[in-house]
């Protein structure tokens, strides 16, 4: 893997847009979900996996999800994904999610349907002291009632996410303005995390799983105290328990001020492991492009990683290039060179025998559902990042709820619907007690 940074973040028009503007008339259905995220799944994010040479595109089933994805395979931020997507169409209903980034087609602003962060992957390790250099998605956390994302500088937010890449892992900073004690209670639940990983089987496909962070001090004290768990159905046999170290996940915790407030409060940094796996025989990949055919195996679960040749691809004279599946390292859409050239394999964990890590497309999608849309009622959609925190002035406190998605150019992009007149509003699974 190699790390990027400049300005591949800044958005782009030309190749970008011409990939799916085709499909501006389709019908928006908000930020959380509902009948209509199948037709955007269908005509913006389906057809640009095909364009970047994907044999396997993640079905999702929120709006907030297909966007995030799609500005992540671009390099775009969401914004400019939801206002090139309906913008160029005036007469849709301002009340069925209609939005613009600042000044263009009187739609309603995009951050009042859901507030994003994105940041450019770090050259080296991040710390604490990296904070004032990244953006992070602001949340208003209330002792009581739903917590609400809301854009950064709006009064009374208190709880602060922030993600970002560096060249070994990607790193998650909960930044809890409210968390104003250093000390730890013997038994009590500190803090509650649930976070999308994958396991990379054998054969070079991905097992989803929907694992929680529990951190548990194990005296009165200060950080050295904690005990970091982390639960999912690892093993395909029930729900396991690991140690986070166990699973490569490292933790920290500071106390003090942060770029967000002056008062000595709590940060937990949480760093994972990273997955990305591309094309390991470009000939065999390359007829499951052709054929459209899922092949982990020979393409990897992440090809639009690597600029893949996808199918369709011409060459300078005008004839189609015959190295169909063979990484060039440029994405094909943006044309910005990619942050990997060689595959990114987790942690290989010894309690399990196979690596796992953080996939980079915005989970949790679609159980069993590779390439088949997403049921139209899914029985529950979920954030795929949800932290809450307890000390000794609160207890079971949520703070963060959000999609994460990572781009091909190691960026991240975090986003959260807002709250509002929306179809299935993801929330937080249930959170383990303290």
């Keep these: 893997m ?3 940074t400049g300005s591949s973040i800044i958005p782009r028009l030309g190749t970008v847009a011409a990939v799916w503007l085709w499909a501006a008339g389709a019908a928006w259905a908000g930020d959380g979900g509902g009948g209509n995220v199948e037709t955007i799944q269908s005509l913006v994010l ?8 994907m044999t396997s595109c993640p079905q999702l089933p929120t709006v907030a999800q297909v966007v995030l994805e799609t500005a992540a395979l671009e390099n775009v931020p969401p914004n400019f994904v939801r206002s090139q997507i309906i913008g160029v169409s005036q007469g849709l209903d301002l009340t069925s999610g209609a939005c613009t980034v600042a000044g263009n087609f009187g739609f ?9 962060a994105v940041n450019a992957p770090m050259p080296s390790s991040v710390g604490l002291s990296e904070l004032a250099s990244l953006t992070p998605i602001a949340f208003k956390s209330p002792t009581s009632g739903q917590l609400l994302p809301v854009p950064l500088g709006t009064s009374g937010e208190n709880s602060f996410f922030y993600a970002v890449v560096d060249p070994a892992r990607v790193h998650l900073f909960f930044d809890f303005v409210p968390w104003t004690t250093k000390q730890f209670v013997q038994g009590q639940l500190a803090a509650s995390i649930a976070f999308p990983m994958v396991v990379l089987n054998a054969d070079g496909s991905e097992r989803p799983v929907a694992a929680t962070l529990q951190l548990i001090p194990t005296c009165n004290g200060a950080a050295e105290c904690l005990s970091a768990n982390v639960t999912g159905n690892f093993a395909q046999s029930g729900t396991q328990t690991y140690s986070a170290a166990q699973l490569g996940i490292q933790i920290s915790f500071s106390f003090g001020a942060t770029p967000n407030s002056t008062v000595p409060h709590g940060t937990f940094d949480l760093q994972f492991p990273l997955v ?3 094309p ?14 899922p092949d982990p195996a020979d393409c990897g679960n992440d090809p639009a990683y690597f600029g893949v040749i996808p199918l369709g691809a011409t060459l300078p004279n005008g004839t189609l290039n015959p190295n169909v599946g063979s990484p060039t390292f440029i994405n094909q859409a943006s044309g910005l060179p990619t942050a990997f050239s060689t595959d990114v394999l987790g942690f290989t964990s010894n309690a399990l025998g196979l690596p796992v890590g953080t996939a ?11 390439n088949t849309p997403c049921p139209s009622s899914p029985p529950a959609t979920y954030f795929g990042i949800c932290a809450s925190f307890s000390n000794s002035s609160f207890s079971n406190r949520l703070g963060v709820a959000t999609f994460l998605a990572i781009g091909t150019d190691s960026a991240t992009y975090v986003s959260s619907p807002v709250p509002g007149p929306v179809v299935a509003l993801p929330q937080c699974p249930p959170l383990p007690q303290g």
Aim: hydrophobic share 35%; with cysteine.
């Design 360 to 370: 980079p497309y915005a989970a949790p999608a679609c159980p069993g559902r590779a």
């Design 46 to 53: 389906d057809p640009l996996c095909v364009f970047l040479g």
């Design 280 to 293: 390991t025989n470009s000939a065999n990949c390359g007829r499951a492009i052709s054929s459209g055919t």
């Design 276 to 278: 990305v796996t591309g």
């Design 108 to 116: 309603v602003p995009c951050d009042t349907l859901s507030v994003n």
């Design 2 to 4: 190699r790390m990027l």
